[in-house]
């Protein structure tokens, strides 16, 4: 096997386990960075950039958790 190159399980099931479970921790990993940002002063523009996605799709994923969270977001001017 190359250097570059990513084993997989053999057996379907257990592939498809892992991509869900990596899945998942990037689902965390955003919800974290996205909560610091936001909590550090950025604007939705400015981590949508970060993402490589529109204001408006990083607002809808996660404007309702980080309001539940307790963070206050900024207005837009």
Do not use: C, F, N, Y
């Amino acid at each position: 096997m190359a250097d570059d190159e990513i084993p997989s399980p053999r057996d379907p099931a257990d592939h498809l386990a892992a991509v869900a479970a990596l899945r998942r921790l990037a689902d965390q990993l955003e919800d974290a960075a996205v909560e610091q940002a936001i909590r550090s002063g950025w604007g939705w523009p400015q981590v949508a950039e970060a993402l490589g996605v529109t204001r408006q799709a990083v607002h809808k994923k996660h404007a309702k958790r980080l309001i539940a969270a307790g963070v206050t977001l900024r207005r837009r001017q």
